[in-house]
């Protein structure tokens, strides 16, 4: 087992090189830069901006002196408001982190009891209006669902408050974040239940007089989230710092707003940081999930 955690590790460290190349060169091959603005800076205040961050050297050398600060723990300063991007990530990521995981929880809880609802009662009433609303739910995009929450709860009803600094509401964010992944692990549960109740060893549960509830959740439920997991590895980093457009909306001051800010600003170091961020969270989820299998089943090893 440690080989392969050495082997994914390595690995991870090679995916995360690669996702800071085509970034950076990516970003820096879209027309533009940092310090345009609707009313234009002169030429020599652009070039002394330009010295003042390195901006002026070749590209490859930007690369290599990014990278280099970047294995001594330094992600440099918003090239808009000069603050150092460590202390906007620390101050920003939290509020991302709650409100991601607390709508990832909601997905997993509710998706997985839906899920296996829906595959015990297969073909009846509570199976098709879970199929419906998870279909439902599966086809409406998020920023439709989090603007529809807003104007009916916050605005008509004003039963739930608009999130503030101040007043920290994460009811409807988490609602709006956590519909399609929920829909998504409730299919999922379904397909995943449906499989394992038709094996033989639920066949010989049965016949040995096991009963329902046991045979249930420690023999089918347990083999059917494999899938689940497979899923909510990235999925979870995702959540975490890709909730730009839910964020947006909410007005919630987490990462995934700022990210939105750095693209718009062209804010070159805020962009690479936050997507160094992203990549490393995901691969560490995902590590994470495949080391989840062997505890779900213990017939899997690991080459």
């Known amino acids: 087992m440690g080989k392969y955690v050495l082997k994914r590790i390595l690995l991870a460290v090679v995916t995360v090189l690669i996702i800071c190349a085509i970034t950076f060169f990516t970003m820096h091959a879209v027309p533009g830069g940092p310090f345009n603005r609707e009313k234009a800076l002169s030429e020599a205040t652009v070039a002394a901006l330009n010295a003042r961050y390195g901006l002026d050297k070749p590209v490859g050398e930007q690369f290599l002196l990014y990278m280099k600060g970047i294995l001594h723990g330094d992600f440099g300063v918003s090239l808009k408001n000069g603050r150092e991007i460590t202390s906007i990530i620390k101050e920003s990521f939290p509020i991302s982190a709650k409100l991601g995981v607390s709508a990832m929880i909601v997905a997993l809880f509710f998706g997985t009891i839906f899920g296996s609802t829906a595959a015990l009662m297969r073909n009846r009433i509570p199976d ?37 600094p101040k007043n920290q509401n994460y009811v409807l964010p988490v609602i709006a974040l956590s519909a399609y992944p929920m829909s998504y692990i409730t299919r999922l549960s379904k397909t995943s239940m449906l499989d394992a109740l038709s094996q033989d060893y639920i066949r010989t549960a049965k016949a040995k007089g096991v009963s329902r509830f046991k045979m249930i959740f420690k023999h089918a439920l347990r083999n059917s989230l494999i899938p689940v997991i497979t899923y909510a590895g990235p999925q979870i980093a995702y959540i975490i710092t890709g909730s730009m457009v839910i964020e ?33 969270l995901m691969v560490v989820a995902n590590v994470i999930c495949d080391l989840l299998y062997k505890l779900v089943d213990p017939r899997i090893k690991y080459d």
Do not use: E, H, Q
């Not at 603007?147 to 039963?159: A, H, M, N, P, Y």
């Not at 987490?254 to 992203?278: C, E, H, P, Q």
């Open 248 to 280: 947006t909306i909410f007005t919630v001051g987490g990462l995934g707003s700022k990210f939105v800010s750095a693209i718009n600003n062209r804010d070159y170091t805020l962009i690479m940081a936050t997507t160094i961020f992203l990549a490393v």
């Open 128 to 164: 098709r209006v879970i199929v419906f609303f998870s279909t439902l739910f599966t086809a409406v995009p998020s920023f439709v669902l989090a603007t529809l929450l807003l104007l009916v709860f916050s605005i008509r009803l004003g039963w739930v408050p608009v999130w503030s």
